[in-house]
T-cell receptor
Framework: DQQVKQNSPSLSVQEGRISILNCDYT??????FLWYKKYPAEGPTFLIS?????DKNEDGRFTVFLNKSAKHLSLHIVPSQPGDSAVYFC????????????FGKGTHLIIQP | EAGVTQSPTHLIKTRGQQVTLRCSPI?????VYWYQQALGLGLQFLLW???????NRGNFPPRFSGRQFPNYSSELNVNALELEDSALYLC????????????FGPGTRLTVT
């Protein structure tokens, strides 16, 4: 049973436009959500996170939106740059403290010139 | 500041053998997490260590085990290797057990033949 789902295996976006990556979850106990970016042959790199008590968090070109009622979050990248081409993973955790993360299968973002 | 380091980078083992993977967290980080990324799957949480203790484990059989040393480095041991253990094994660390952001190493690619 996949608790974190990224339904788009790949996404192609033109350079300079907005990239929107989506993530759905089923476990209502998730209280913290994170996005990671992964290049081939490297480990995932932490991008941005959001607590379940918020609905938006911004960091530079990256914004994460959380819709708890829909159990949906999205990552917006504006403007998209060639270096953004990578696999993006959505992750979530439960409980009041640290714990292992539950990851989606990832979305391969391709930024076209 | 040095990131999370893992060794070895690549490893080839035969079914039935045992393997030990190593991880050094970011300096000052006390929590270490292990994940498995098998082909076509997302990252699956394996184990979490903090202050030398196993705090939680994912849905993996007991032949996956590990430990954390006083300097916070960690080992992952896999006994009686099976073909489906072929995967990328990623280690991550976080500042304390109440820090949710995890920072990943480059991984160890294990191939079981």
């Amino acid at each position: 049973d996949q608790q974190v789902k990224q339904n788009s295996p790949s996404l192609s976006v033109q350079e300079g436009r907005i990239s929107i990556l989506n993530c759905d979850y089923t476990n209502s106990m998730f209280d913290y959500f994170l996005w990671y970016k992964k290049y081939p042959a490297e480990g995932p790199t932490f991008l941005i996170s959001i607590s379940s008590i918020k609905d938006k968090n911004e960091d530079g070109r990256f914004t994460v939106f959380l819709n708890k009622s829909a159990k949906h979050l999205s990552l917006h990248i504006v403007p998209s740059q060639p270096g953004d081409s990578a696999v993006y993973f959505c992750a979530a955790k439960t409980g009041g403290g640290a714990d292992g993360l539950t990851f989606g299968k990832g979305t391969h973002l391709i930024i076209q010139p | 500041e040095a990131g999370v380091t893992q060794s070895p980078t690549h490893l080839i083992k035969t079914r039935g053998q045992q393997v030990t993977l190593r991880c050094s967290p970011i300096s000052g980080h006390t929590s270490v997490y292990w994940y498995q990324q098998a082909l076509g799957l997302g990252l699956q949480f394996l184990l979490w260590y903090d202050e030398g203790e196993e705090r939680n484990r994912g849905n993996f059989p007991p032949r996956f085990s590990g430990r954390q040393f006083p300097n916070y480095s960690s080992e992952l041991n896999v006994n009686a290797l099976e073909l489906e253990d072929s995967a990328l094994y990623l280690c991550a660390s976080s500042l304390t057990q109440i820090s949710y952001e995890q920072y990943f190493g480059p991984g160890t690619r294990l191939t079981v033949t």
